[in-house]
């Protein structure tokens, strides 16, 4: 493993990340945008080094957080993180593929999952030749239609699913949870600046929903000093991530 060191996340909590494996502000956004109750049953879809699943143990304690991932040093760190911070009891890290989500969960009984997935399809964009970073990126190990199958064969009804992708997405993702029985609840644009494009969507959607949208004012990452805005602050926590006083790109 390259480049191994532990980053903070919240009081009390940190994740080991590395150079191919590490979080970033969509990953706290989709932590906070399904922002799990108490009594809830969690699974967290190809975690990475378990940043989500670390944060809704830091900041929600829901009943049980399953964590599932498939690359090999992705799972060592997560596990790891989850020792750390002596979240053995609370989170239970499972090498898996969700694509085999049955053999890990045979029933639907959960209350929420969440997902970060690829964003481009496979044939889009430059290729990586770095094999892990290219299956991070691109739909190589998982498409969005494995993600949806995955969330109707893990939620019980009524169960909600979360996940962030880029806008160009947007009409693929409804297609595809509609078409396995994940309804569209909840959508939040999520543009860096008030003057450019939206570049995230944060979309809930839930198992046996009926019809009906609701689009959440857009989410501003910068205010006009070019720092954090006023909800990311707060999305963020007295931590902020080293940015505290400083710029939204990390820059004093």
Not at 64 to 73: D, F, K, P, R, Y
Not at 119 to 141: F, I, Q, S, W
Not at 190 to 206: G, H
Request: glycine share 8%; aromatic share 6%; proline share 6%.
């Amino acid at each position: 493993m390259e480049n191994l060191h532990w980053e903070p996340l919240a009081p009390a909590c940190r994740v080991l990340v590395s150079r191919e494996h590490t979080f970033n502000t969509d990953t706290i956004l989709l932590a906070h945008f399904a922002a799990p109750k108490h009594k809830e049953r969690c699974i967290d879809l190809g975690t990475g080094c378990g940043t989500i699943s670390l944060l809704w143990q830091a900041n929600y304690a829901p009943r049980h957080i399953t964590a599932v991932e498939l690359g090999e040093q992705a799972f060592s760190q997560a596990l790891r993180s989850v020792s750390e911070n002596g979240y053995e009891e609370n989170i239970e890290v499972i090498r898996g593929d969700i694509r085999e989500i049955k053999k890990i969960i045979p029933h639907p009984t959960l209350d929420l999952a969440a997902c970060n997935p690829p964003y481009k399809a496979v044939g889009a964009g430059l290729r990586n030749p770095d094999e892990r970073m290219e299956n991070a990126r691109h739909e190589c190990t998982c498409t969005l239609e494995d993600v949806a199958k995955a969330g109707r064969d893990v939620l019980r009804f009524g169960g909600r699913f979360c996940l962030c992708q880029r806008p160009e997405r947007l009409a693929d993702a409804m297609n595809v949870f509609r078409s396995y029985g994940l309804e569209p609840k909840r959508l939040r644009l999520v543009q860096q600046r008030i003057n450019t494009a939206p570049s995230l969507f944060l979309l809930e959607v839930r198992r046996g929903g009926k019809p009906g949208l609701s689009v959440l004012p857009t989410l501003i990452i910068e205010d006009e000093n070019g720092g954090f805005s006023a909800e990311m602050l707060e999305i963020y926590g007295n931590y902020k991530f080293g940015h505290e006083g400083g710029r939204a790109d990390g820059r004093k």
